[in-house]
């Protein structure tokens, strides 16, 4: 629980009003306090009245995700850029952390701060990919995870028609989305971290994973198409640093966990399960479709007026492009029919194995050879047919079976924990009312109410620690602009606030979205002048109408007529 004389306690606090990766990586228990920020919020109770949701109590499960999956493809998009949240520095980072965890353990877990384990993004150059280039090798992204009416203001910025959010943010949206609107129980759904991404693992039928906007089925993991590579990338190449539900969570850092661990157990055995496919001709095709160079290996045989006809491998994968078959699956005589018959050849082409053919020869010899124990028999009778048996066997098994690298129970002491067992069907004051009651024993839950934003529910230092702190965006706008130049440009923005009631919005987010109510105004002014002079004693003040910035021998007054007392000097030391 929060103790204001702790430091240490303020931090954790603090950062759950800011909910940068890196401090959720810090402090994994706000990232599920986000989840119940998220699921507390009104908007995700008003998106289940939606009309597009009408039908959701009489579908299947997997129908539910589909449904809340589509919905979120199409009010939100994906968003990473640099100038949303701002920049910090590695050094600044690593100072504030260094109380909390061993740096160079950070460093080798983290990609801001020098992890290079994802062989894909560290050969495109990881700062170029994310546009650092230009800046020195110590600046990094400050990169926040937005709460769900951030991420919905987002349509109030130049350049968005519609919400947004990073992976993280619609990590915990879909989170909180699939246990109010898709009725998915709390306990199968787990949320992944790894350095370089977020994404979700609802442990229902097969399996679905939740990555960015979309979600990828197990049949699409094996798929072969770009979206499944992409979707796959995190965890073939990446080791998972956390795993979070509603019983805790298992950090890969640190030494004690909390997360359940017959859940726990349950998710590996599912996702593992999930990753990992027998060698099928679907899987055969689907691999070939992912990993280019082994289609010159292969051929393709078709019947044409009863006669055999013959076809490279690459020639029918690319007329894929423009057809809605596909090799591998029963829509493949029809793809083989689109093809003109002028591209067919009347005897096999040599050096070539046939790939239609070959499915049921890997299976009789899967049949009789265990090919994870025994591959260099397998290799041995495939080497006939294919020169490049040996290498093209062992990428299809790497493709074919992934071990996700999850941290392990062993050598961890297990806490203890309350389980969040949220009373979701009686609406959501009943799931507020529970939360409440639970603050005193569950620290995930007391986190919740500074992550929901509600100042008559959390203490203002950590929320003013966090705004006069880390809102880099609103001081770099208002970079070269004298206070009356930054009073009236706030004064002449939208007088609504992104929350509404007693929830307050950070200055960053005042000042994207263009909006907010006087109270969110007069802290961002605020901020932005105590960050020019650390030293200047500045006040907040409230009379019947206003809420008052007093700042040297000037006073800027915003109109505020809600309910809440401003904070004190001594929360905005």
């Known amino acids: 629980m929060y103790r204001p004389e702790d430091p240490n306690s303020l931090e954790k606090y603090s950062s759950a009003v800011t909910l940068s990766d890196m401090e959720i990586f810090i402090f994994p228990e706000i990232?599920?306090?986000l989840v119940l920020a998220n699921i507390m919020s009104p908007i995700t109770w008003e998106l289940r009245e939606n009309p597009w949701f009408s039908n959701i109590p009489k579908m299947n499960?997997?129908?539910k995700i589909q449904r809340v999956k589509q919905f979120i493809m199409n009010n939100f998009t994906f968003n990473l850029d640099l100038d949303t949240w701002g920049l910090t520095t590695k050094q600044k980072e690593l100072t504030?952390?260094?109380?909390?965890?061993d740096l160079d353990l950070l460093k080798q877990s983290n990609a801001l701060f020098g992890y290079e384990g994802d062989k894909y993004y560290f050969d495109l150059d990881i700062?170029?990919?994310?546009?650092?280039?230009?800046?020195k090798s110590d600046i990094i992204p400050y990169w926040k995870t937005e709460t769900i009416e951030a991420m919905r203001a987002f349509r109030h910025r130049d350049g968005y028609s519609s919400g947004a959010g990073e992976c993280v943010s619609l990590a915990t949206l879909y989170a909180a989305a699939l246990h109010v609107i898709g009725e998915v129980p709390l306990e199968k759904i787990f949320l992944m971290a790894t350095p370089l991404h977020s994404q979700n693992f609802v442990s229902i039928g097969d399996g679905v994973l939740t990555n960015n906007r979309r979600i990828v089925t197990r049949n699409m993991w094996f798929n072969g198409t770009e979206l499944s590579a992409k979707a796959r990338r995190a965890l073939e190449n990446e080791k998972v640093t956390m795993v979070v539900n509603n019983t805790g969570h298992i950090h890969t850092l640190y030494d004690r966990y909390s997360i359940n661990e017959k859940h726990y157990e349950e998710f590996r055995k599912n996702l593992e399960n999930y990753l990992s496919s027998g060698i099928t001709y679907l899987a055969l095709t689907s691999f070939l479709r992912q990993t280019h160079r082994f289609q010159?290996?292969?051929?393709?045989?078709?019947?044409?007026?009863?006669?055999d006809r013959y076809i490279e491998a690459e020639k029918v994968f690319h007329y894929e492009h423009s057809s809605k078959s596909r090799m591998g699956n029963p829509s493949e005589k029809n793809l083989l029919e689109e093809i003109d018959i002028d591209d067919y050849y009347p005897a096999p082409l040599p050096g070539r194995i046939v790939l239609n053919e070959l499915g049921d020869t890997l299976k009789n010899i899967t049949q009789e050879v265990d090919y994870k124990t025994n591959r260099d028999l397998v290799k041995e009778k495939l080497a006939g047919r294919c020169p490049h048996a040996g290498e093209m066997l062992d990428n299809l098994l790497e493709y074919i079976e992934t071990v996700p690298r999850l941290p392990k129970t062993?050598?961890?002491?297990?806490?203890?924990?309350v389980p969040l067992l949220l009373p979701t069907p009686e609406g959501r004051e009943a799931v507020i009312e529970y939360l409440e009651s639970i603050r005193e024993t569950s620290e995930t839950a007391d986190l919740a109410f500074t992550a929901f934003r509600d100042l008559e529910r959390s203490p203002w230092k950590p929320f003013m620690k966090a705004a006069l702190e880390r809102n880099p965006v609103?001081?770099?706008g208002a970079s070269g602009m004298e206070g009356p130049e930054i009073y009236a440009l706030l004064q002449s923005m939208e007088d609504e606030s992104i929350y509404g009631g007693s929830r307050m919005a950070q200055p960053d987010e005042v000042w994207n979205f263009r909006r907010g109510n006087g109270m969110e105004k007069a802290i961002t002014m605020a901020a932005i002048l105590k960050n020019r002079d650390r030293a200047v004693s500045l006040q907040l003040?409230?009379?019947d109408k206003n809420v008052n910035v007093g700042y040297g021998d000037s006073v800027y007054s915003f109109p505020y007529g809600g309910s809440l007392v401003p904070p004190s000097a001594e929360d905005m030391e």
């Open 31 to 33: 990232m599920y306090s």
């Open 61 to 63: 499960p997997n129908q």
């Open 96 to 101: 504030r952390f260094e109380g909390f965890v």
């Open 127 to 135: 700062r170029r990919h994310f546009g650092l280039d230009s800046y």
């Open 296 to 307: 010159v290996c292969f051929q393709v045989k078709n019947k044409i007026y009863g006669a």
């Open 410 to 417: 062993g050598g961890r002491e297990k806490i203890n924990s």
């Open 474 to 476: 609103s001081n770099t």
């Open 541 to 543: 003040t409230r009379d």
